[in-house]
């Protein structure tokens, strides 16, 4: 998760840092179908084997990125 997070923050520019950090913790499903998608495909949740959706304790994609947009939200904070 942490290594997650911190790819995030090398990809994800200032402004972008700031929007999310800004945001209230229930309005970060609004970021679903951009970064959530994102965070999806660059990180292989669909991939049932995969590490990271043990480690968000899920096994739906969508759950896990929430998870790690979460992350992202309190290491912003």
């Known amino acids: 998760m942490a290594e997650a997070v911190a790819r995030l923050l090398l990809v994800l520019e200032e402004k972008d840092q700031l929007t999310i950090a800004a945001m209230e913790p229930n309005n ?4 679903h179908f951009g970064l959530g998608l994102a965070i999806r495909n660059a990180y292989d949740l669909h991939n049932p084997d995969n590490p990271l959706l043990l480690e968000c304790a899920t096994s739906h994609p ?16």
């Open 28 to 31: 970060l499903i609004d970021l």
């Open 62 to 77: 969508d759950d896990a990125a929430l998870f790690i947009i979460h992350a992202l939200w309190q290491r912003l904070q």
